[in-house]
């Protein structure tokens, strides 16, 4: 049995990095099986779904790391659905309703205010043909329900352990909406029959759905693959994630300077026993995952955790992995330093990549703001220090035979001798070690910058 799982976002708007977890839930449980994923488009909603939000999807996954082995379209398959329906149908597992919201309102009402249990109460079931012929006359369209068998289902999920639904609770659900549409339900359970499925991975809002959809599964022929229903991911505030929530869009934490592994690496390990570590990769995240270590409770996204991982992931990134996007930054030779050099002295005081060309700019062309506490540096102390300045060729030891010989010749030691020096070379007041910069910045720069 190949291992065979899906990720199946509605494509009504941009994913976010609860979507995120589902969809590396999957391929990473795929990559730990030597399995298949498909990137399954659930677009049955024709008025909200977008081929663009489709693009990005595929864009965003693809950014991730993720390489769907096949993707599908939902509004590609309305025959095997219509198949499934006419079974059902011919089973009696499927039958017309008629009634419309406002009655199905007003009698949930009822039951409730006579506290009962506000489920559909079947009434479609005893319908003559006759009855139906007048409905349809009136010019109403039935629409679909599934008959549930009503019994405890059972399955072993692979994060919450046993679980079960009792179907007895359930409204029977409406599997083909009045206008001819699909429901979620039905062609989700066709299409991971279809397709293979053997591990359903999503978040916990569908464990009702699943108690349903096993019924369905097994009405037609299965077979029912196994089950994970993860922990669901909110702000700080307790808020839900949406489509809505724009600013934690896949797509903004992209341009926003992320890395892929540090999204996918939050998005994984938050809401879980493990510790939340930045993998370099995904197979090293595989290597960790254990749905198993999903927690119970509601996980709770800080996007401040996406800036401490970044840098802790920054930090540990050789020359060869960014060099092309240092070099599209326009960190590359030609100005007399060595890029791969200039990356290992600055990388340590990122949070982000193209931060690098700011220290580059720096290094080359000079200070880019105006220090606040440099015009309070003496004059006199920085040409003291111009005129000390050791000759060339300059290295690591530079920096203190240099400083060492300024501070006996005028007195200062401590901030005061090394602040005015780094602001005048740097214009900031913190940054990268000194004694790494000044050789990259050299001589004829550095004298250039004290008066
Ligand atoms: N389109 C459904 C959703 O986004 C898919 C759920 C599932 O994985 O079955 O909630």
New binding site residues.
């Given amino acids: 049995m190949t291992v065979t799982v899906?990720?199946?976002?509605?494509p009504t708007g941009l994913i976010h990095i609860g979507?995120v977890r589902?969809a590396l839930h999957n391929w990473l449980f795929a990559l730990q099986h030597g399995g298949r994923f498909v990137l399954r488009f659930?677009d049955t909603d024709r008025e909200r779904s977008r081929v663009e939000y489709m693009e990005a999807i595929e864009r965003d996954l693809r950014w991730l790391g993720v390489e769907p082995h096949r993707i599908v379209r939902q509004s590609d398959r309305d025959g095997i659905y219509a198949a499934a329906a006419d079974r059902l149908k011919a089973m009696g597992r499927l039958y017309p309703c008629y009634e419309t919201a406002d009655e199905l309102e007003r009698r949930r009402k009822r039951q409730l205010a006579r506290g009962l249990p506000p489920i559909y109460d079947r009434a479609a079931l005893s319908l003559t043909d006759e009855d139906r012929v007048h409905l349809e006359a009136e010019g109403r369209h039935p629409h679909w329900r599934f008959r549930l068998d009503g019994r405890p289902v059972t399955w072993i999920d692979l994060v919450r352990g046993e679980q079960t639904v009792d179907t007895a609770s359930l409204s029977d659900p409406v599997l083909i909406r009045a206008d001819g549409t699909w429901l979620?339900t039905l062609p989700?359970v066709v299409d991971?029959i279809d397709l293979g499925i053997t591990h359903?991975?999503?978040?916990e809002?569908?464990v009702t759905?699943t108690g349903a959809q096993i019924e369905i599964f097994e009405a037609l022929g299965g077979p029912v693959p196994t089950f994970a229903h993860t922990n669901l991911i909110a702000t700080t505030t307790g808020e839900a994630l949406s489509k809505r929530l724009g600013s934690l869009s896949v797509a903004s934490l992209r341009e926003a300077g992320y890395e892929p592994m540090t999204v996918a690496s939050l998005a994984v390990l938050i809401g879980t026993s493990d510790e939340i570590h930045p993998w370099p990769d995904l197979p090293g995240l595989a290597a960790h995952m254990d749905l198993a270590h999903v927690s119970g409770s509601t996980a709770r996204f800080d996007p401040h955790e996406l800036d401490v991982l970044n840098a802790r992931l920054v930090h540990a990134l050789d020359y060869a992995a960014v060099e092309d996007r240092l070099a599209a930054l326009g960190v590359n030779a030609g100005a007399g330093v060595d890029p791969a050099v200039f990356w290992e002295v600055v990388r340590p005081n990122l949070t982000r990549v193209a931060e690098a060309a700011d220290w580059w700019r720096i290094v080359v062309e000079g200070p880019d703001r105006s220090p606040a506490g440099r015009e309070a540096a003496d004059p006199a102390f920085l040409a003291e220090a111009r005129r000390l300045l050791p000759p060339e060729p300059w290295d690591e030891t530079t920096w203190a035979a240099w400083t060492k010989a300024v501070g006996i010749a005028t007195g200062r030691k401590g901030r005061e001798l090394f602040l005015p020096l780094r602001l005048a070379l740097t214009g900031r007041d913190h940054g990268p070690e000194l004694k790494r910069l000044l050789p990259l910045i050299g001589w004829r720069r550095t004298s250039a910058r004290l008066p």
Avoid: E, K, L, T
């Fill in positions: 899906r990720f199946a976002p509605s979507n589902s659930d979620y989700s991971d359903v991975i999503r978040g809002d569908h759905n």
